[in-house]
């Protein structure tokens, strides 16, 4: 009788543990953090074409203004100190690629083109390195653009500087997708707080008066991001304590 009792017990506590197991499981599912707004994943690249080697970024950003008329989402960026190139497009086949650049170059819109491979790009690295490599890495692209007179599909001064083509380029020399406006790149990833920033996440302000999203930069640490503040002047470092932008800070979004 007793060794029964004994059966009865052990059975009991037995089902008692499973019990309790599946319902932590089942807490463990509801609690785990869940995107916010939008999607947190971004395409990767695939076959970009590059083109040019300018000594004046004027004229890197004639060719990325007469490209962008095709519709070809082009930047230009420091290649190296005192040397500005050109990109654009994004293309599923090398092949397709090099149609197009074969196109262009027929036309004389480029001299030149060399296709970036998706391996190129920091991108394919960052599942071998990890994520804290990929991070630096895009915060050091964004830096290589500090003292750049910015400008998004032109080079007229009166024309502006275009915050979130910078920030598309940094992402894109890095191998993802990321889209061209400041409204769309805000709908898209993963809300973050203030004090969960990294390197590589983007930050939103509204300065239109409107109390919309109209302005971005990218976080690289220490409080401060990057950005292309306005009209006449260039790429620069600010900090997020700064009575001006603190005061327009609408929020932060993670892609990774």
């Not at 692209?141 to 380029?169: H, K, N």
Request: hydrophobic share 35%; net charge positive; proline share 3%.
């Amino acid at each position: 009788m007793l060794m029964a009792q004994n059966a009865r017990r052990l059975s009991s506590f037995i089902i008692s543990c499973i019990l309790v197991a599946m319902l932590c499981a089942c807490a463990g599912h509801v609690t785990r953090p869940s995107p916010t707004s939008g999607t947190i994943k971004l395409q990767r690249m695939a076959f970009t074409i590059q083109a040019g080697a300018f000594s004046k970024v004027e004229n890197a950003a004639r060719l990325t203004a007469d490209l962008n008329n095709y519709d070809l989402n082009a930047y230009y960026f420091v290649y190296k100190r005192g040397l500005y190139k050109v990109r654009f497009g994004d293309f599923s086949t090398k092949e397709g690629a090099r149609q197009k650049a074969e196109q262009l170059l027929t036309t004389g819109i480029i001299q030149d083109y060399y296709i970036v491979r998706p391996e190129d790009y920091n991108a394919s690295k960052e599942r071998i390195y990890g994520e804290t490599y990929f991070r630096d890495e895009l915060a050091k692209t964004a830096e290589s653009f500090i003292g750049v007179p910015y400008q998004w599909g032109g080079a007229s001064p009166q024309r502006g500087f275009d915050c979130s083509g910078l920030t598309m380029a940094v992402y894109r020399l890095n191998g993802l997708s990321l889209p061209r406006t400041s409204g769309a790149q805000y709908s898209t990833g993963l809300s973050v707080k203030k004090e969960g920033l990294e390197k590589g996440d983007l930050v939103f302000f509204a300065i239109s008066g409107k109390g919309a999203v109209s302005h971005v930069g990218i976080y690289v640490g220490e409080n401060k991001f990057i950005h292309a503040p306005g009209s006449g002047k260039r790429v620069r470092r600010d900090t997020l304590s700064n009575g001006y932008y603190k005061k327009r800070y609408r929020g932060a979004r993670t892609y990774l």
